[in-house]
Nanobody, 115 residues
Framework: VQLVESGGGLVQPGGSLRLSCAAS????????MRWFRQAPGKEREFVAE????????NYAAGVKGRFTIARDSAKNLVHLQMNSLKPEDTAVYYC?????????WGQGTQVTVSS
């Protein structure tokens, strides 16, 4: 099982980034896909999720309206489009695959929002 995140980096406030997560080794289309993040000195927190069929999404209050999660089931990819980024969005972002009693995590990708 592998979840490999990419797309992180340094961006100025107000800018955009698109994170991607490539999944392999499990039945991608059966799993909810989620993004979490962890800032220095803070606990890991939920950011966004998308249902297995892509029909339902859910966002943390602090990112709703700025972030969009999407999945490409043909390519086993999940994306997180992040717009209007703020310094408080700085964190390591983790991809998560979730099914009842089973979940997998990626290694994370660093996002830094700073001028």
């Amino acid at each position: 099982v592998q979840l490999v995140e990419s797309g992180g980096g340094l961006v100025q406030p107000g800018g955009s980034l698109r994170l991607s997560c490539a999944a392999s080794g499990f039945s991608f289309n059966n799993y909810y896909m989620r993004w979490f993040r962890q800032a220095p000195g803070k606990e890991r927190e939920f950011v966004a999720e998308i249902s297995s069929d892509g029909g339902r999404t859910n966002y943390a209050a602090g990112v709703k309206g700025r972030f969009t999660i999407a999945r490409d089931s043909a390519k086993n990819l999940v994306h997180l489009q992040m717009n209007s980024l703020k310094p408080e969005d700085t964190a390591v972002y983790y991809c998560n695959a979730w099914l009842i009693r089973q979940e997998y995590w990626g290694q994370g990708t660093q996002v830094t929002v700073s001028s």
